[in-house]
Each structure stands twice: as C-alpha cells, then as structure tokens.
RNA sequence: UCCGCAGUAGCUCAAUGGCAGAGCAUUCGGCUGUUAACCGAAGGGUUGUAGGUUCGAGUCCUACCUGCGGAGCCA
C-alpha cells in the first residue's frame, strides 16, 4: 500500500468513469457498504458524484490490501485505486478492479456510522442529518436543488434581470400578515428577519427595470405541513410596465427552464429518486390559465362527486386540500388568476373590469404539490395604496417610503416569488420539503 | 393554536394485564459474482418522565415531555 503507487493513477470522479474505460485511475471517497463472498469482495466507494462497486479477489491483490478492505468500517474515508471495466451486472454499467487502497480514517466498530442501509424513523434521519446527506438519495437530491437554484439564476440573467438583494434585517412586516422573527436592533429598536423582499424590489425595478432578488426569508408561522419551513429560500422578480398577462408568461417560461435543466443533467439522480421522468418532460409552456371563479366551479364540481371532503365557499381562498385537488387536474402546472381582492394582500392592483378581484395568479405545481408561486401586479395609485394601508391597520410612517415609490414616476409593475424548497420537491418527487435543503429549520427543529 | 397518532436494544418494529423478543447494525466463524447479499453464533434493555389502579403494568388510568400526520396560514 505504497502512497506512490496510490497517487500514480490520475484522478477520477465516479460520475466521469465512463470516460476512463480500461484504464486505472485513482477515486477519493467514502466506503458506502462492504458486501463479501469468501474470497471475494464487494466494497462500495462513493464521492459525492456517485457509487461504484469494487471488486477485490483475494488471489488479485496483495495480502494487505485484501485485509485492509476486509476490516474497514461504512463510510471510512479512502483513497482507491483500480482499473474501470465495463460490467452488465453493474447497475451504473461499471465496476472498479481494486488494485491498491489508502484509508484517511477508519471509523472504529465501537462507534459505526449511525445511518444503515436499512429503514429510519424521519426523526431519527433529522437528528442525524448532517451524516444523512450522505445517503445517494440526499445527495441527489441536493445537486437537483443546486442546479434548480441555477437555473433559476440564469434565466433572469439571460434576460435583462438585474440581482438586486434587498435586505434581511426589516424594520416591519412587509405584508403584515405573517409571524415574524423578531430581535433587538441595539439599543431602541426592533429588527424583524424579512419573510419577502417583494417590496424592495419594487423600488429596484423601479430604477432598473428588471430586477430580482435570491435569498433566505423566513416566518415565524406556527406552521406543521410538509409544504412549510421556517426558513426557505426564495426567488423574486419584479419587472416595471408588466402587467398580469406578462407576468403570466414570465411564470411559465420561467418554470419550463427550470424543468428543461434538471432532465437535461440529472437522469442519473432522478433515477436514484425513482422519479417518473416522463411527469417532468411533459412541463412545456404554455401552463393552462384559469380564474378563481373557475377554480371555484372545479371545486363545486368536485364536490359533489366526492372527490374533496369539505365544500369550498365562494370569497375564500383556496385551502391546502383545494390547491391539491386543482393542481391534480393537470398535467403541467395551472396557473390561478384574480382571487378576491378581499383575501389577498394590499398592494395587489384590482382587476379594472372587477375591482373585487385582485390582478394576482398563483402557480400550483402537479401532482397534488400545490403553490410553488404566488405573484401580483401591484397598485400604482398613491392613493388608493395609502387607502389600503390604512384599511389593513398598517403603520403609515413605516410604509412611507414605499408609498414614495407611487409619488415619483408611478407605473403599472408586477412579480412574483417562488418558493426554492416547494419547487425541489416538487420536481424531486417528495413528499416533505424538509428533504429539499441541506439543513432545514421546521417548527420544532433547529438542530443539527 | 386546534384535531388525531406514537414513544420498547444503536436503528426499524413485535410482545391476550402474567418469563422483554425478532430483523438490521456491532463482534466471531463460513461462502469466488454479491446487489439493503446470504448462512451460523455471541454480546446488547431503568419499555419517554412522574404519579396511580392491580397479587402482578411495556400493556389500563392521569398529568407532563418529545416527535409524527393533518388543519389554519403561506412560498
């Protein structure tokens, strides 16, 4: 077990092994899982692209060398060294000759890794979720969510979108709605964590046109779903002289992209997942459009047929078990347009033609995931936002510069913000957003 | 906050009010194509906490703690 003849082979990353067929090269990992046949052994490596099985029989190696993996521990760190062959048998369609082996640290029998390959309870993989994210399928997970945040990105920046991050620490709610996490700002103040920078935005695109912003928000929601975290991350455009229907068709190009990049690199993870991959092929834009008034009807239909439990009441927003049932009816996400003014937020424009519907649309993912986006076109008048703020029992002063935006060069604009962690999910096919980030913050946990 | 469910070996779970058990993990032994490998053996327990009922409580009752599922609210 030379270090020489370890580091001889050039380096290889599992996910590129095809590329190196025949030839022997050198993998940085972690043992996954040992399997043996007497003489013969199964180790497992991984390194964070991917898993290949070793083969190391006893007459092909050196005595050490055939000990050493014999006795090493799940998820010892090691540096392996082999040559690629193609393999029917190999579900990746190769296996590794083990020729040499370094192990960096070995875990001792006293102490094993905690996560087997068998079944664990949620709370037990949480409280271990900084080894969990490990497992292949954390780990596809976590590169889907990297490449949804990138595409996301991308899409705005190839566009004309500008970044502008609005900040963390508030002064207020911005909606004064939701919970808030509070703090002390030194000596006087409050400071409340942001739980949307929508209205920062807002002067943003004001000055530049088309903006976005991409950060941590965060409510203090007393919310158990498996749609809610305390903390999530969140994507937001905002664009001045758009109006619903644009807005409409930014949300489904904009998801479409997002959906065309995870198919085109990741097959490999959303097998992994076990994903049907034909539901995300089937995400082309255009979405289907319909209003509140004929969600409303879905729902009356619905129930009479028994396919929802409670009736819904015409004026109310659609409930968790409505949004599930809606989306289900569709094969690409249905966007929802022009909820009652009433159950929406203040600075949602009314609809002209019907002032008690609001110009706002949600985007309500398939398969029973419900909202991945909820948007608006905002107010534009002075006075009608100042009206509304005072009809919501909000603090002028702490919106007057908000209104400012209204005062100096007004124009009709809309955004829209979509949850990072719903969409993940989503796209993964889970069933619990707490999956979807690397270290997720529910109602009762902030650990690890 | 409300409704419902659950806490037993490191993990996943059994156990009619009557001797606390299995699989996995760990250790030892066997097996040259295993796919959460398999076969044999060993070690491993204050049954969430505090009370109560009972000859006897993992099991029944009360309170509390922790977690899970759902609702509301939202992305």
């Known amino acids: 077990m030379s270090d020489s003849a370890v580091s001889a082979a050039p380096l290889a990353t599992i996910a590129s092994l095809a590329q190196h067929e025949g030839q022997t090269v050198t993998l940085r990992g972690w043992l996954y899982n040992l399997r043996e046949s007497g003489k013969l052994l199964f180790p497992i490596f991984r390194d964070g692209t991917g898993t290949i099985?070793?083969?190391?029989?006893?007459?092909?190696?050196?005595?050490?060398?055939?000990?050493t993996i014999k006795n090493l521990t799940q998820e010892s760190s090691v540096v392996v060294t082999g040559k690629v062959r193609a393999d029917k048998r190999a579900p990746s369609g190769f296996e590794l000759d083990v020729e040499n082996i370094e192990v960096i640290h070995r875990i001792p029998e006293e102490t094993p890794f905690p996560i087997s390959l068998k079944e664990h309870g949620v709370d037990f993989l949480m409280e271990h979720r900084h080894l969990w994210v490990r497992t292949p399928r954390q780990s596809a997970i976590l590169r889907i969510r990297a490449t949804i945040m990138r595409a996301a990105q991308e899409y705005f920046d190839t566009n004309g979108f500008i970044r502008t991050d609005p900040p963390i620490l508030t002064?207020?709610?911005?909606?004064?709605?939701?919970?808030?996490?509070?703090?002390?700002?030194?000596?006087?103040?409050?400071?409340?964590?942001?739980?949307?920078?929508?209205?920062?935005?807002?002067?943003?695109?004001?000055?530049?046109?088309?903006?976005?912003?991409?950060?941590?928000?965060?409510?203090?929601?007393?919310?158990?779903?498996?749609r809610h975290l305390t903390e999530f991350w969140m994507i937001e455009p905002e664009?001045?002289?758009?109006?619903?229907?644009?807005?409409?068709?930014?949300?489904?190009?904009?998801?479409?992209?997002?959906?065309?990049?995870?198919?085109?690199?990741?097959?490999?993870d959303l097998k992994v997942l076990q994903r049907d991959v034909a539901k995300l092929e089937a995400i082309q834009a255009p979405f289907p459009k319909i209003s509140y008034d004929e969600a409303h009807a879905m729902l009356e239909e619905a129930y009479k047929k028994g396919a929802i439990e409670n009736?819904?009441?015409?004026?109310?927003?659609?409930?968790?078990?409505?949004?599930?049932?809606?989306?289900?009816?569709?094969?690409?996400?249905?966007?929802?347009?022009?909820?009652?003014?009433?159950?929406?937020?203040?600075?949602?424009?009314?609809?002209?033609?019907?002032?008690?519907?609001?110009?706002?649309?949600d985007v309500l993912a398939p398969e029973g995931y419900g909202e991945i986006i909820g948007g608006s076109q905002?107010?534009?008048?002075?006075?009608?936002?100042?009206?509304?703020?005072?009809?919501?029992?909000?603090?002028?002063?702490?919106?007057?510069?908000?209104?400012?935006?209204?005062?100096?060069?007004?124009?009709?604009?809309?955004?829209?913000?979509?949850g990072i962690e719903r969409v993940v999910a989503w796209v993964c096919g889970l069933d619990h957003v707490r999956e979807t980030i690397p270290f997720a913050r529910t109602l009762n946990r902030i650990y690890p």
């Not at 001045?240 to 479409?256: C, I, T, W």
């Open 171 to 226: 002064p207020n709610a911005c909606e004064g709605t939701s919970e808030l996490f509070e703090m002390d700002y030194f000596d006087q103040e409050k400071a409340y964590l942001t739980q949307s920078g929508q209205l920062y935005i807002e002067a943003t695109a004001l000055a530049l046109g088309k903006v976005y912003s991409f950060g941590p928000t965060f409510r203090a929601e007393k919310s158990k779903t498996r």
């Open 53 to 67: 099985q070793g083969i190391v029989p006893k007459a092909a190696v050196p005595e050490e060398v055939f000990t």
């Open 239 to 268: 664009v001045a002289y758009l109006e619903l229907d644009g807005l409409m068709e930014l949300a489904e190009n904009f998801v479409s992209h997002i959906v065309k990049r995870v198919l085109e690199g990741h097959q490999a």
């Open 311 to 361: 009736p819904h009441t015409y004026g109310d927003d659609f409930g968790s078990p409505d949004e599930t049932y809606i989306s289900s009816q569709f094969d690409r996400p249905v966007m929802v347009h022009r909820y009652p003014a009433a159950v929406k937020a203040f600075y949602m424009e009314p609809d002209p033609k019907d002032p008690t519907k609001a110009l706002c649309l």
């Open 378 to 418: 905002r107010v534009s008048s002075y006075e009608l936002l100042k009206s509304r703020i005072e009809a919501h029992d909000l603090p002028l002063e702490a919106f007057q510069w908000y209104l400012d935006l209204r005062k100096y060069g007004s124009v009709p604009h809309a955004g829209f913000g979509m």
